[in-house]
């Protein structure tokens, strides 16, 4: 069953909407920036009984940001961005449903399984999310890290699924190619969640109408869920009703 999931994205401590890639150490092609902290976000999807969301730290200085955010909405939110295995059980405490890892995943390019095992004994696979987040190439789908800057050698398809799905809960993929733009979700990378990924999870980039709702779904079986960014009135948008997202759910639910 496909539903809307909410997300919190930070960058330099306020809630933003980003173009995916772009984000460098030097800042980032910004489509929105919210006057509102992360808390007013968290107690809003509380409110309207919205699950599975999840805050992600886009660089520094987000720290306090997203600890108000999970405060606002304690075990209701996960958390990614810089989660190692020195502060996971921090950010648990802290009151995240889950963490969100990809990068301490990696050694350099290549996946490193010994950090995979290491993650998942320290905080469960119950509570392990892990973020494939890609960048298309002419060879496939590879997952991108360092604010999706360096593309790794993990090839998104049933093997990597496979080999990961025993250590995590659920996958969460930004499609970074079209992160931000607007312009349409990525069908092919849905395609291959679809047909290759045994576990629930969340699909985000380019969404940019309610009807994609039901385009995931009818594209993955209701086994791939969708999050809204740029779109969204919620963050500025003019295309996507937050309210209707909010409805679409409790239709789901109903049904």
């Known amino acids: 069953m496909t ?5 919190i994205d930070l960058h330099e401590g306020r809630v933003k909407q980003i173009v ?10 910004e489509n929105f920036v919210s006057e509102q902290p992360a808390s007013w976000f968290a107690e809003r999807y ?14 520094p200085g987000n720290e306090q940001a997203a600890c108000d955010a999970l405060a606002a909405y304690p075990s209701g939110l996960q958390i990614g961005g810089g989660i190692t295995t ?7 405490g802290r009151g995240a449903s889950h963490v969100i890892v990809t990068s301490f995943l990696f050694d350099g ?5 010994d950090r995979v ?3 998942a004994g320290l905080v469960g696979p119950a509570r392990l999310v892990i973020d494939l987040s890609c960048r298309k190439t002419a060879s496939g789908y590879f997952v991108a890290t360092n604010r999706w800057q360096t593309i790794t050698d993990a090839h998104i398809d049933a093997r990597l699924f496979e080999a990961l799905a025993p250590f995590c809960a659920e996958f969460l993929i930004h499609a970074a190619d079209v992160e931000g733009l607007c312009q349409g979700i990525d069908e092919d990378i849905l395609t291959i969640l ?15 109408a309610l009807d994609d709702l039901d385009r995931v779904a009818a594209l993955s079986g209701g086994r791939v869920d969708l999050t809204f960014g740029s779109a969204l009135d919620l963050f500025g948008g003019r295309l996507v009703r937050y309210q209707d997202c909010v409805q679409y759910n409790q239709r789901q639910r109903q049904a």
């Open 117 to 119: 095992q290491a993650m």
């Open 86 to 92: 020195d502060n996971a059980e921090l950010w648990l």
């Open 109 to 113: 390019a290549q996946l490193s399984f």
């Open 194 to 208: 679809a047909r290759d990924c045994p576990l629930p999870s969340t699909y985000a980039g380019g969404a940019r």
């Open 46 to 59: 509380e409110r309207d009984a919205l699950v599975g969301g999840h805050v992600i730290q886009l660089g």
């Open 3 to 7: 539903i809307f999931r909410p997300c």
């Open 20 to 29: 995916g890639g772009s984000l460098t150490d030097e800042g980032a092609r």
